[in-house]
Antibody, heavy 118, light 113 residues
Framework: EVQLVESGGGLVQPGGSLRLSCAAS????????MHWVRQAPGKGLVWVSR????????NYTDSVKGRFTISRDNAKNMLYLQMNSLRAEDTALYYC???????????WGQGNLVTVSP | DIVMTQSPDSLAVSLGERATINCKSS????????????LAWYQQKPGQPPKLLIY???TRESGVPDRFSGSGSGTDFTLAISTLQPEDVAVYYC?????????FGGGTKVEIK
């Protein structure tokens, strides 16, 4: 069974940093693109970032470029999102998702809440 | 960026009736080399993560009831629920995966009338 479990969220002050982690199991992690998608409270889904299976290709939405870094450790089946210079508008539930063979997002974690507030 | 526009924002449908959600992309998401539309539909129930319903615009994900269907090509797409069930109350999102950033529509909330 495919499982994606996020951790590392919490309350942080504006300008601070957090690192989200996603533990993957039930599939060959090193064979899949992985993504982060976020959802502000009561709002819609926003794609944040993706990384290729080797960890060499990384893409970001404009609003997080230069502040967020996606990475992975295939030996540990872990996906990460390092978030620096956090802003109030980064407050959201962050989902770890897998890009399936058909390129859509076929598995999602339960999400991890990041709150940026003084 | 490709902008995805969904309509309506919300709709209320009687049980057993048909619900239709529209999604329009600001540019075509049809890849000519394989004739596939790089568009997916997701369902999100309250308090849950999104669930993939349809990919390639019209292919149902395994286990998705056949009352859900996707159609359209190029820039205009539709998700239909043929006979609405109580468990279909949710917010539905379209997403293009033709180009990065992989943008989502704003969502359509489906309720029971």
């Amino acid at each position: 069974e495919v499982q994606l479990v996020e951790s590392g969220g919490g309350l942080v002050q504006p300008g601070g940093s957090l690192r989200l982690s996603c533990a993957a199991s039930g599939f060959t992690f090193s064979a899949y693109w992985m993504h982060w998608v976020r959802q502000a409270p009561g709002k819609g889904l926003v794609w944040v970032s993706r990384i290729d299976p080797d960890g060499t290709v990384r893409n970001y939405t404009d609003s997080v470029k230069g502040r967020f870094t996606i990475s992975r450790d295939n030996a540990k089946n872990m996906l990460y999102l390092q978030m620096n210079s956090l802003r109030a508008e980064d407050t959201a539930l962050y989902y770890c998702t897998r890009e399936g063979g058909e390129h859509s997002l076929d598995y999602w974690g339960q999400g991890n809440l990041v709150t940026v507030s003084p | 960026d490709i902008v995805m526009t969904q309509s309506p924002d919300s709709l209320a449908v009687s049980l057993g009736e048909r619900a239709t959600i529209n999604c329009k992309s600001s540019q075509s998401v049809l890849y000519s080399s394989n004739n596939k539309n790089y568009l997916a539909w997701y369902q999100q129930k309250p308090g849950q993560p999104p669930k993939l319903l349809i990919y390639w615009a019209s292919t149902r994900e395994s286990g998705v009831p056949d009352r859900f269907s996707g159609s359209g090509s190029g820039t205009d797409f539709t998700l239909a629920i043929s006979t609405l069930q109580p468990e279909d109350v949710a917010v539905y999102y379209c997403q293009q995966y033709y180009r990065t950033p992989r943008t989502f529509g704003g969502g359509t909330k489906v309720e029971i009338k």
